[in-house]
């Protein structure tokens, strides 16, 4: 794979790449397909080529946080709707488990979600390069 093939390594809006990480596409490029089954993202993008796991170990950290953000956020949300729209009398071991419950959920459907968006704001502070588009010779 070249380089040649893959002009696309300008920069571009934030706002572009954050909307295609949400939407699970490749934020460079908008192209879907990025992962085996649901957890398990693929390498490099099918469509661009681009690295997704941009060459560190720890590379996916920040997906993890954003996820436990994502989720304490909905968690909270629902949390203070049900307390207000069932004020005075809150159901309050249904919060309880239901918390419990939307916790483990949500860690799990958000966690794709987080992978590209983390991906996306890798690619805000750092613009992708040719070494995320060259194949390593193995
Ligand atoms: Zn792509």
Redesign the pocket.
Known sequence: MTTESHPDISHQSPWRLLGRALLLR?P??G?RGLFHGFFKMKER?P??G?LLERGESDYFIGAYTLNLIAVETLLAGVFLVVVVVTWPNPPWNALQYGGVALSIAGAVLCYPFAKTTWLAVDLIFRPPHREDFITRVK
């Open positions: 490749c460079n490029c192209g993008c469509n661009c681009m």
